[in-house]
């Protein structure tokens, strides 16, 4: 079933993305990364290492020269420089050069953390993702955006370092909670709206199949969202431009993340963010109100927020300012020019950005 698409970008990066039903595939999907005479370091958290760590290393032992492992506390609070720290210390004690690679086994949170790690050791070594979250599978494994928080700075450090392989063992989804499901599809719902209106809509009617995680419809919805973000990925890699259209939901679902002390998860903030956007969208006249219902709709099929309680529409936008999507004083606001097509806007006020913010702290359910 093994199924294939490469993320390239002339004299800079080239790249692979797998899908396969099994780990088995690895072995073949690593040969042209040259692994004989090489180490390589599997990177995963205490969550995703029990269930699937020995099935990768099985797989590596074979094919790299010596496979070491480097499990640390699954969670964001993870996310931080000491980590990495600490990951720089196994390498060195192991005595990783330039040549040898990481591997990210798990969510966006080792895909992060592991990204940054191999960008900055000895100024760079390779590193291959293997996403276990939908999440990561539909969004933070690709791209090459890696970095972790700096004390309450989500993603205030890092680099942009292209992995040289991913590889997506679509079982792994089996084992995922639901909550984590649900918050990767906030993700889903994001691309389908910035880039592909019938992808939006075939996500929405198909929502049976794919909470029941059947696997055809998985790979096709997975394979979409890549196809999106590849697209734009290779137009702009380091975000001059079109790149910024991903954030769609994301400067107010940031902002919601938070406040909450990462009480909700990420995918949840943006689908709460996107709503947000889309209010904007709506009162500008860019969507219609039917849209606007019908991307609430959205978020209540797969169990993602409309509303949040218990916070005040003043700090949100307080907390807007201090996101790191800010030029010249200004946020960079991602709007819907119409369903399927997001744009960049500059010129959104704090008073359409509190109006919006009051449509998501609404308490009673709007669907
Ligand atoms: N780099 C990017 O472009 C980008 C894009 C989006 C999000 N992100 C980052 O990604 C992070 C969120 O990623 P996430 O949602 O994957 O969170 P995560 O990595 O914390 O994973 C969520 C939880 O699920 C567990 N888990 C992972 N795979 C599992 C599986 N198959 N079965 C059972 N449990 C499993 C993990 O151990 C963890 O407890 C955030 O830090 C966010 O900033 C980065
Ligand atoms: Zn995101």
Redesign the pocket.
Known sequence: MKQQMTVERENEFSYEIVWEDSFEGLKDAFGPLDPIGKKACIVT????GP??LEKVRSQLADLFDTVTEFVFE???AS?TLDTVKNLYTHLIRHHFERKDMLIAL???????LT?FSAATYLRGVDFVQIP??L??QV??SI?G???VDFDQF??MVGAFHQPRLVYMCMD??R???DE?FS??MG?VLKSGLIRNPEYYKWVLANHKKIQARDTEALIKMIRESCQIKKTVVEHDPTEQGERAVLNLGHTIGHAVEKLMNFQL???QCVALGTVAAAYISWKRGLISEEDFILIQQGNSLYQLPVTVKGLSAEDIIKATKSDKKMEQGKIKFILLEHMGSAIIDRSVTDSEMTDAVRCILQTGDQV
């Not at 958290?45 to 995703?48: A, L, R, S």
Request: charged share 20%; no cysteine; glycine share 24%.
């Open positions: 958290d205490t969550q995703v269930l699937y699954a969670g964001e996310k798990g969510g966006g949170v080792i895909g992060d990204g276990t979250t999440l990561a969004d933070s791209g955006k890696t970095g989500k993603n792994t989804l084992t995922l909670p984590q918050s990767g993700e998860l990420h995918g």
